[in-house]
């Protein structure tokens, strides 16, 4: 019993910030998920020229993600990936509790491993085959790249690289955003590879 009042007061709560988001244009996932739970046993990361199961820290909550959709033909892409890397890095040093996951949209798992290991990402993957079977990342995606989704741990979309599923406003301004939920506004300055239009339309995989 007690447990099913919780889980209708989560719907409810969800349901309600879902409605304020929608207001500002957010695209919205259609229901609660515990995105670390959801990601458990389909991240990877590159070690020794390979892709390797990745685990998030099971003794820490994480308490936002930000979902990067990005892939290594996109010249859009190219130039934002060094300037999220930095911000990355700087985040993590100051302490910010947080995760970025890169979704591929990369034509193949090789081309996938190509720009991780050319880019040298420190941060994990989605593996290449498991976005079928996760609604939240496809609901989650934008129509093109770069573009970037910040989540907290329950799925509720904070900021997007998309208004209205179709307006497309670049990865500075989501991840100024982002940079404030986790704490670190002052790691942002101008232009971090700003993008003025998606490179490419794109459907989710």
């Known amino acids: 019993m007690k447990t099913g009042f919780l889980s209708l007061v989560t719907l409810a709560l969800f349901a309600g910030m879902t409605a304020a988001q ?3 244009g ?3 996932l259609t229901r609660p998920v515990i995105v670390a739970k959801s990601l458990a046993g389909k991240l990877v990361k590159i070690k020794d020229g390979e892709l390797v199961p990745h685990a998030l820290d099971p003794e820490k909550a994480i308490d936002h993600f930000l979902l ?3 892939a290594g033909w996109s010249p859009g892409c190219k130039k934002f990936t060094p300037a999220l890397i930095k911000f990355y890095r700087d985040a993590k040093a100051a302490g910010a509790n947080f995760e970025i996951v890169f979704v591929s949209r990369d034509d193949s798992e090789e081309e ?3 720009y991780i290991g050319d880019q040298k990402m420190p941060w994990p ?3 290449f085959d498991a976005l079928n079977g996760l609604d939240f990342v496809k609901q989650a995606a934008g129509r093109g790249i770069p573009c970037l989704a910040a989540l907290d741990s329950r799925g509720l979309i904070l900021a997007h690289s998309y208004k209205q599923r179709k307006n497309y406003i ?3 301004t989501p991840l100024m955003e982002f ?3 986790i704490g670190v506004p002052e790691l942002m300055t101008p232009d971090p590879g700003k993008t003025k239009a998606p490179d ?3 459907q989710p995989k």
């Open 125 to 127: 993957a989605l593996r």
């Open 112 to 114: 996938m491993l190509q």
């Open 22 to 24: 929608n207001e500002i």
């Open 200 to 202: 490419k339309e794109l």
């Open 26 to 28: 957010l695209p919205q």
């Open 68 to 70: 990067y959709f990005s």
């Open 170 to 172: 670049g990865v500075e």
């Open 179 to 181: 940079a404030r939920l």
